[in-house]
């Protein structure tokens, strides 16, 4: 089994995620991987220690450097989840469709 590519069914860690970019983008350490995404080097610690998530914006800058499908990359991070919904709050205020 590659690093990229987790045990199956994978707990949810972002971490892996991370050192899996790193591998295959050949990069030495986090400041490198941030540097490439764009990002301050704290928010790459904050994920790590999964003090912020990764949202959907950093996960299409990460599918653009690392050509990694978004299906892979949240695979790699051990997000199974079929769908992504908005959080409540967010849902209430979009009125009927």
Not at 40 to 62: C, D, F, H, Q, Y
Request: charged letters at 30%; proline letters at 9%.
């Amino acid at each position: 089994m590659s690093p990229t590519t987790p045990p199956p069914a994978a707990p949810y860690d972002p971490a892996r995620l991370l050192d899996a970019l790193l591998e295959r983008l050949q990069l030495k350490n986090d400041a490198a991987l941030s540097r490439l995404l764009e990002i301050e080097a704290p928010t790459i610690s904050k994920i790590r220690n999964r003090r912020v998530n990764v949202g959907a914006t950093l996960l299409l800058r990460m599918h653009e450097v690392s050509n990694l499908s978004i299906d892979e990359l949240r695979l790699l991070m051990g997000d199974r989840r079929a769908r992504l919904r908005l959080p409540a709050e967010k849902r209430r205020g979009a009125g009927p469709r």
